[in-house]
């Protein structure tokens, strides 16, 4: 199965910051300090960044509906200057009509709406189309960004509550890039919507990514999850990037980053290193955190008056000292130099993260909280799938099943399509392993899985009853194997922690007909079955076992990945690499000129050493001596070779 690793050209590897001066933040245009902001750019470039994200703020930059202000015009035009002088590029951004937790209007909108009405997107068009004729031909203008955030704009101006009309996103989306085209723009160009559209999130709010990867040269998302796992955390906007493998574009992570005001220095510097390079091996191939510099000046400003914790998402404190995320990025930086990222790419997946089409598609008649649940049990495969060293690619049943993969996953899936479930039993017969765990649902809407002829699929009986649920009693789930699978032995334990609401805190009552019990609970019932389907396996686990611990705080590690990784030896799936333990997960790139760079990424917060398992070969050193014990500090990363001929 192929995976994404999209770059916008052979050159262009981006790592930056999102760019407001500390001499005024949105309203830095006003008493622009160009001097500041060359002493700004220059640490930047010293921590190994050489792009900008830059905006346009909008009732600044458009007083009228038919005029620019022209010396702000040129100010920006410095500001690009003071770029080149400095070997930096800068991604204009603009409508900025959404900054920091604060929505502006420019003073002649009168309440106007944004995409519908007519008068009003000419005028955003000719702004657009003005400004980019301005700098289309200026040497530091790397791309151009339509917007900043413009769902939460939009949708708080436009329509108040409820979600905006796709079909009008769209067109409002193609006219403006249009916009760029007629001024000249030949650069890359994208939307600015944080990527949160329903293929992602579950949520409809009016930006199908989909219908905008047409439209796009780049995709790129927005991420600053709250989390109550520390490895969901740390691998969230990773499992991101996966799901916009959408129509070939490039992901460029234009958003990231934490406020110093929530987390220790320390701290924000371990999650910067995991979002950096998890993304990375997620797909990502640009970078830009949110943002460059901390306003403690500005305290009196708005948005900073009322979101005081918005002053201190900088990588430099307001009086120049880098903070220790800033040194990550520098670090990261140097990797990418080092292994040659732009001619690196990730190696194809032999096994496939089946993605319900109910994430994305509204069917009649179902419940909101059908589609984003699948995003959440997916995450939480994701995380069990990386703890077991599996190169897993995303499949998503909207687009088809892939035929040319060894395993697949279906975490937690109360609804997949009779299609969809056609195309697994054929992956099977052809030779796969399929595996699929039960779910009931949250909801008592149609509460059961939606799975034609389960029985026959897995080999079983079903024994539930309708319009009830069997619940699982005690806060863990231990399962004992009863027969190999994998590198399981029988007498082997797993153990998952059990959450859920009355609904979903239930297992399916099975007996076997047909299928061989490979697990049983603590009650001596089936948990775990197999059954023979073609060429190959149908494995059926009978509780919600992604579902429970997606929910758990503090869940991971948990048993998923132990399955996983005996799943994936049973269907024929070795990773290149692997640890014993899931607090050490392995990943590759591949360069085209044949060298092998292999990712070791620790989710522990205290040092660790750990032994890999290398198929053929060994772990190098940048000297090129063997490495026989991986010691990497909390939520550290190494980069290591494989050795010349071992690949």
Not at 84 to 105: A, C, K, Y
Not at 552 to 577: D, I
């Amino acid at each position: 199965m192929k995976r994404q690793s999209a770059k916008l050209s052979d050159a262009d590897i981006w790592v930056g910051v999102n760019f407001w001066s500390r001499a005024g933040g949105p309203l830095m245009w006003r008493s622009y300090e160009p001097e500041i902001v060359s002493a700004e750019l220059a640490v930047m470039r010293e921590h190994g960044m050489t792009v900008t994200r830059s905006f346009f703020y909008w009732p600044d930059f458009m007083p009228a509906p038919d005029a620019l202000d022209e010396e702000l015009v040129s100010r920006y035009a410095d500001f690009l200057d003071r770029h080149l002088e400095l070997g930096m590029r800068t991604i204009p951004t603009f409508i900025v009509g959404h900054m920091s937790g604060q929505n502006w209007d420019p003073a002649w909108r009168q309440g106007r709406d944004l995409f519908g009405d007519v008068w009003f997107v000419a005028r955003q068009a000719w702004y657009v189309r003005e400004l980019t004729a301005r700098f289309k031909d200026h040497p530091a203008v790397a791309a151009w960004l339509l917007t900043n955030e413009i769902p939460i704009y939009g949708d708080w101006r436009s329509r108040g509550i409820g979600t905006l009309d796709h079909e009008q996103v769209t067109s409002w989306a193609q006219i403006l890039i249009d916009a760029v085209r007629a001024g000249g723009g030949t650069q890359p160009v994208s939307v600015g919507d944080g990527a949160w559209g329903v293929e992602v999130t579950g949520a409809d709010n009016g930006f199908r990514v989909r219908e905008l990867a047409g439209l796009v040269d780049f995709l790129g998302p927005h991420v600053y999850r709250m989390e109550t796992d520390p490895v969901r955390q740390h691998l969230g906007a990773a499992f991101v990037c996966e799901l916009l493998d959408l129509g070939g574009k490039p992901v460029i992570m234009e958003e990231f980053g934490l406020t110093s005001d929530y987390a220790s220095e320390e701290h924000a510097a371990h999650y910067y290193r995991q979002v950096l390079h998890n993304t990375l091996l997620a797909g990502a191939t640009g970078w830009l955190a949110w943002n460059n510099t901390d306003y403690d000046d500005l305290w009196q400003q708005e948005p900073y008056s009322h979101h005081p914790f918005e002053m201190h998402f900088g990588l430099v404190d307001s009086a120049g000292r880098p903070k220790a995320q800033a040194r990550e990025v520098r670090d990261f930086a140097r990797v990418l130099e080092r292994v040659d990222l732009a001619r690196c790419s990730r190696p194809d997946a032999e096994a496939a993260l089946v993605v319900s089409s109910y994430l994305e598609s509204r069917y009649p008649f179902t419940q909101p909280g059908d589609a984003t649940i699948v995003f959440d049990v997916c995450r939480q495969a994701y995380v069990a799938a990386r703890e077991a060293d599996l190169t897993v690619g995303v499949a998503r049943e909207r687009d088809g099943i892939p035929g040319d993969c060894k395993l697949y996953l279906l975490p937690s899936a109360k609804q997949l399509t009779a299609p969809g479930w056609r195309a697994l039993v054929e992956r099977a017969r052809a030779g796969a392993t399929v595996y699929a765990s039960y779910f009931a649902g949250e909801h008592t809407n149609q509460r059961g899985s939606w799975w034609p002829d389960l029985d026959g699929m897995f080999g079983v009986r079903k024994l539930s009853r309708y319009g009830l649920v069997e619940p699982i009693q005690g806060d863990r789930l231990t399962l004992t194997m009863t027969a190999d699978l994998g590198d399981l032995r029988a007498g082997d334990e797993l153990v998952f922690p059990v959450a859920g609401t009355a609904n979903s805190r239930s297992y399916l009552p099975v007996e076997p007909d047909g299928a061989e019990v490979l697990a049983r609970d603590a009650a001596g019932r089936p948990a775990l079955l197999r059954h023979a389907a073609g060429d190959g396996w149908m494995v059926l686990a009978a509780y919600p076992l992604e579902y429970m611990a997606a929910i758990t705080p503090h869940a991971n590690p948990e048993g998923t990945w132990r399955l996983y990784r005996a799943l994936a030896a049973q269907a024929g799936v070795e990773p290149a690499v692997s640890f014993d333990t899931p607090l050490v997960s392995g990943a590759l790139m591949r360069h085209e000129d044949g060298r092998v760079f292999v990712w070791c990424v620790s989710q522990s917060d205290a040092e660790v050493k750990a032994a890999p398992v290398v198929r053929g070969g060994s772990l190098r050193n940048a000297d090129g001596s063997p490495v026989s014990v991986v010691e990497l500090p909390p939520y550290g990363v190494s980069v290591f070779e494989l050795g010349p001929g071992e690949r």
